[in-house]
């Protein structure tokens, strides 16, 4: 079923709660509802008796045969959903710092975004590539943005070294 109604939101923010109730008649009720607007649907799913014993244990062998495929197309499909996620914070990252970043820099960016929409895309990738090129645009993204990181000022405390020195000659500490 479809939870309809809602407003567009960006990426990340709407919240939906999925319920699931099974009944001793194995009757299923699932209820979805997104947290900020208060939208709601439910739908009552009822076991047919129709189904032979037969029926049921051929499912149950097609379930094992399929399996580990299932498995590994849930990994690939995982590894393709980490990768579209990082692409999506490095963009964010490039356009909330684009001042400070430098043209040769951005172009760097630019085609580390291209490469993995690249791989992201690829109907044939296999897990292991894109694992790879999650790695490889991380390291090389990480190096960049380690340039643009703000720098303590020589008048800020770095972490947190100056006042892990106790209380200076003349100071009072209150106990309380």
Not at 53 to 74: N, Y
Not at 115 to 128: I, L
Not at 154 to 169: T, V
Request: net charge negative.
């Amino acid at each position: 079923f479809n939870l309809e109604g809602i407003p567009p939101m960006r990426r990340g923010q709407p919240q939906i709660e999925v319920t699931f109730d099974i009944d001793a008649n194995g009757i299923l009720k699932v209820h979805a509802q997104e947290k900020s607007t208060g939208k709601s649907q439910e739908v009552t799913i009822q076991g047919s008796t129709n189904i032979s014993d037969e029926d049921i244990a051929k499912a149950k062998a097609d379930a094992e045969k399929f399996a580990e495929e299932d498995r590994k197309r849930k990994e690939l499909v995982e590894s393709k959903n980490k990768l579209e996620s990082l692409i999506y914070q490095i963009e964010n990252l490039m356009n909330e710092q684009k001042d400070k970043i430098s043209d040769e820099d951005k172009e760097k960016i630019q085609k580390l975004i291209a490469d993995g929409k690249a791989v992201k895309d690829k109907e044939d990738a296999e897990k292991s590539h894109i694992d790879a090129e999650i790695e490889r645009i991380q390291n090389q993204f990480q190096e960049l943005y380690q340039k643009y990181q703000v720098q303590p000022t020589p008048d800020q405390p770095q972490n947190g070294a100056d006042n892990a020195s106790g209380p200076k000659d003349g100071e009072v500490i209150d106990a309380d």
